[in-house]
């Protein structure tokens, strides 16, 4: 029951101050592991010298974004991170959404068990292992996808060393390793979906297919849209790690995104100032684009994050 | 009760439903299977593509080699050291502060969590925070890799909507009146109640840690403090990537053949742990985890 009378902010901040033993600590985490960073991403404004040190380089304005959109590798790795990004989107985001479904039909507990158990397993297992296996089953002598190939008496294709299969095999890949992953909360949206309304619809003579299509999916509409909001809000990030891994001189020109780039420019070549001009944009973006989303999301239905 | 009348329909719809959910996980199962398999076969074997459904071949050579692989075991031994203290660390960071931001009396909370949230859509970027690490002397050390990820915001939010959706109201008043303050309340009755989200959480954590590479690579110089993974990107990636770009073949055979022999039983002994582990925690997932986060 809600207090008749409100207690005073001083009061409450009173009682609860053993509370900030447990809050101080984080508090400290993230000025100065998160908010410092965004206040050191100033670099990006200035001419990063070593000899003047991080706080003394002189201010050179928007030089450094000046430099990134002139540059021959903009366009490239923008529409890299952006391509790949999209394509795993729009293949990789319905999965987990049918897997979801397709558990939830079923009727025996054991059988789901084990269902989620093994599909749940590959974001167990690093991406240096994922992309090392995908070394080796696709490899032109010895991968198991050659070694049918042959058998039917075709070529071996060179997979990894391919253009126009980073993408497909990017994409794939990530669906091995996280449908089952990204598939539990819409497990658990699902497992909130009144029996109720199944039962009524059973008695009304609608089968399987109806119920999920009028039922389920309407039910776990507001959690598809979130987690939709969120990728989008993620569309010029791409993770370094995977990328770096699958990155060789054959595939560079498709394989090179944001992150893999700052890296090389920005921690390898020692240009920070021009590798935080570049990240501090891609930041922009991402937040632009979130908040589109969640704006477009709101006039649509009634979905969004705030 | 439900109604048991199963059309025609459902029943093939059932059929096929179960019938999809076995191929899916053949396919999901038969690379690490094959791993498997590879690992206990001869590298000619494997090469001669005769390894598809049984190991060929037998033999425990390349688990030798690992044996008497000092990198693979320094790495392996760091791994376990930066997991478990960091994922320590993690947890005494995480979950008390979920239960201090969870508490609705507590003033200033939401704009505490807004804080932390905005920091999941608006950062600084990787080469500022590499600079705050440097400034602080924890370049090359473990320290490198514990403190920028104390703690995952995400987890975070989990954490928090598990403590709101779990901890009533009531308890926490019945426990006050017992004198109990919110330290004494935290660790004798939160906490015991608590064991599914310190298991998820651990498991999220020990995963990021075990697993990463990144803030290995870019904090530490000393390969002998690399983290298994660093080690196996040698073995299975670079090797490989040699190959694709066309290096003097003989000079790379060399080293193919030793990296052959080993990078399958590396696959699975470096996987061994977070397969192991991930099933008991399994459970919570869903019903103890997830839904809180679905609804907060």
Redesign the interface.
Known sequence: MKQAVEKSFRKRFKETRALYWFVVPSLIFYILFKYYPIYGSQIAFRDYSPYLGFWNSPWVGLAHFQRFFDSPDFWNIIRNTLAINLANLLFGFPFPIILAIMLNQLTNQKFKKVVQTVTYAPYFISVVVMVGMLYTMLSPYSGVINVIIKAFGGEPVYFMAERSLYIPIFVISDIWQKCGWNAVVYIAALSSVSAELHEAATVDGANRLHRIWHIDLPCILPTIITMLILSAGQLLTLGFEKSYLMQNSINLGISEVISTYTYKRGLQGGDFSYASAIEMFQSAINFLILVLVNQISKKLGDTALW | M??K?K?R??AI??TI??I??VL??I???Y??Y??LI?SFSSPNA????RV?FLPADLTLNGYKKIMSDAAIWTGYLNSIIYTVAGTAANLI??I??A???S?K????GGV?MK??VF?M????????????VK??GLLNSIWALI??T??ATYNLIIARSFFIGSIPEDLKEAAFLDGC???RF?FLVALPLSKALVAVMALFYA?RH?????EAL?YLQDERKFPL?LV??T???ES??AL??GDDATSVADKQELVDLL??GA?IV??VP??I???FV?KY???GV??G???G
């Open positions: 439900m109604l009348r059309t329909a459902d719809f059932d439903n179960v999809l959910l899916i996980m396919l999901i199962l690379p690490l094959f791993s590879a494997v090469y001669q593509g598809i960071f995480t008390p502060l239960f201090a931001l508490r009396e507590f003033p200033l505490y804080l932390m920091t859509y608006f950062y600084g970027g990787i080469i500022p925070l590499y600079f705050v400034q602080m403190l920028p104390l703690v303050g919110y330290i935290f995963a075990w697993n990463g590479y990144f870019i993974q196996l990107r073995i299975l990636i490989q990537n694709a770009a990078k399958y696959v470096s996987s977070m397969l582990f991930y099933p399994q997932f869903v019903k997830m839904i986060a679905v609804k």
